[in-house]
Structure formats: structure tokens, C-alpha cells
């Protein structure tokens, strides 16, 4: 029961972070200029910010077909661009 309930929080989480970065007007236009033209998604990435956080490792350590650099670049831009205390205050708006 308790994995379930993870998975689909995961699930919500995820959801809200792309929504947000698409929805956001300054990240939408750099997503299209700058991110468009990479070889990996933004599920990807998100993902691997995800599990980093939810982890508690090290960006060095992580594990994956994207190198922890390009990784620690696009959390770099959601921080700078407030996107996780947008998701918090839409987490504590449902709440």
C-alpha cells in the first residue's frame, strides 16, 4: 500500500513540475530556444532531479544515460526560476 501511494505522489510530483515549466512564460521561451534541441526529454531530466532529491546523493553519483553536469544545469535554471516553490505553493494551495 505505502509503494503505491509513493508512486503515484511521484506521479502527481513529476506531473506538476512540467506543467509549471511549460506554463512558466520565461522557461517556456528558453525550453523552446535552448532545451529543444537536446537529445534527452525533459521526463528525463526531471527524473533524475527527482531521484537525486528523493535520494539524497550526491550529482556525482548519479547514475544514468545523462551526465550529472547536464543534469545539475537544468535543476541550476528550475531554482533560479522558482519553479519547486511554485510546486510547493500549488502542493499547500490543494492541501
Known amino acids: 500500500m505505502g509503494c503505491l501511494i509513493c508512486n503515484i505522489?511521484?506521479?502527481?510530483?513529476k506531473n506538476f513540475i512540467k506543467e509549471?515549466?511549460?506554463c512558466d512564460k520565461?522557461?517556456?521561451?528558453?525550453?523552446?530556444?535552448?532545451?529543444?534541441?537536446?537529445k534527452y526529454t525533459l521526463d528525463q531530466i526531471i527524473d533524475d532531479i527527482i531521484y537525486i532529491l528523493k535520494m539524497g546523493i550526491s550529482w556525482r553519483n548519479?547514475?544514468?544515460?545523462i551526465?550529472?553536469?547536464?543534469?545539475?544545469?537544468?535543476?541550476?535554471?528550475f531554482?533560479?526560476?522558482?519553479i519547486f516553490l511554485k510546486i510547493s505553493l500549488l502542493i499547500q494551495?490543494?492541501?
Not at 520565461?26 to 537536446?38: A, G, R
Not at 551526465?67 to 535554471?77: E, L, N
Open 20 to 22: 509549471i515549466i511549460i
Open 79 to 82: 531554482v533560479n526560476n522558482d
Open 26 to 38: 520565461y522557461i517556456k521561451h528558453y525550453y523552446n530556444k535552448t532545451y529543444s534541441n537536446t
Open 62 to 65: 548519479l547514475r544514468s544515460s
Open 9 to 13: 505522489m511521484y506521479f502527481y510530483i
Open 67 to 77: 551526465k550529472w553536469q547536464s543534469v545539475y544545469f537544468y535543476y541550476q535554471r
Open 93 to 95: 494551495h490543494l492541501l
